[in-house]
């Protein structure tokens, strides 16, 4: 056979593997969005109605993000929040509006894109750029969401950790930064906190919050594979809210 008969073979074969392959991808795309949107854990009720009630609290609801500000309009220090894997981003709300409305901070809560920040490529300035008047942010995020957070560190001014750790090296950015934990974490382990420490400046404080499960950090329900809290929702909050307030105020000394 010539080399003119044999062409539109070769052409045929090289169409079908280019389209096989493209149609793999459809589908491993189209599966992905559909994973990231099943088994969502919302925000409970409850908690949250308690925020939306809360007159010391602004609430701006953006396409992007969750804002809290405090009604006083004082704001010096601003956190961006990171959320865990297939948490919406509400669920956070009520465990973080005790640093709104008693310490002063902003909190944007990001949604991130797919329900999963490892997705999310916005930089941070399009979470900080929704609280303009606030000069100093913190970064952080739970769980998968910190891990992101760590990602983003070095455009921030400090970072905070809630039940995770970093995959990046930051042990050398002198930035300042706060790990805090639970004992009854069964997914971000009181064991890979430790094991993962050195990724973090020497200085970095790491607090564990006796009794704290990895569902304890926000308001959406147990979690699979999570250990049993001993805490109560309300102490947990206030546990928070203390340990966030001293640490955005201490960026101010």
């Known amino acids: 056979m010539s080399e003119r008969a044999r062409a539109p073979r070769w052409r045929r074969v090289l169409w079908w593997v280019l389209g096989s392959i493209g149609a793999l991808v459809l589908v491993a795309a189209i599966g992905i969005v559909v994973w990231s949107q099943v088994g969502v854990m919302a925000a409970e009720p409850e908690p949250l109605a308690a925020v ?33 894997a297939k948490v919406d981003a509400w669920a956070y709300a009520a465990r973080l509006s005790g640093v709104v409305a008693e310490d002063g901070v902003t909190v944007v809560i990001t949604k ?17 750029s929704l609280a303009p008047n606030v000069d100093t942010w913190i970064v952080g995020g739970h769980s998968l969401g910190g891990v992101r957070a760590c990602l983003m560190a070095t455009d921030a001014d400090a970072l905070a950790l809630f039940a995770s750790y970093c995959s990046n090296d930051l042990s050398g950015s002198g930035l300042p930064a706060i790990s805090i934990s639970g004992s009854e974490d069964g997914l971000s382990t009181p064991q890979k906190i430790e094991e993962n420490r050195h990724l973090l400046p020497a200085d970095a404080e790491f607090v564990e919050i006796d009794g704290a499960s990895h569902a304890s950090f926000g308001d959406y329900g147990p979690q699979a594979g999570d250990g049993t809290p001993t805490i109560s929702d309300e102490e947990m909050t206030a546990q928070l809210t203390e340990l966030i307030g001293a640490f955005a105020a201490s960026l101010g000394d």
């Open 112 to 128: 991130p894109w797919l329900n999963l920040a490892f997705f999310d490529l916005r930089p941070l300035d399009a979470f900080t």
């Open 52 to 84: 939306r009630a809360d007159d010391r609290i602004v609430i701006t609801d953006d396409s992007g993000a969750i804002v809290l500000a405090p009604a006083s309009g004082a704001s010096d220090v601003g956190l961006v929040y990171i959320p865990g």
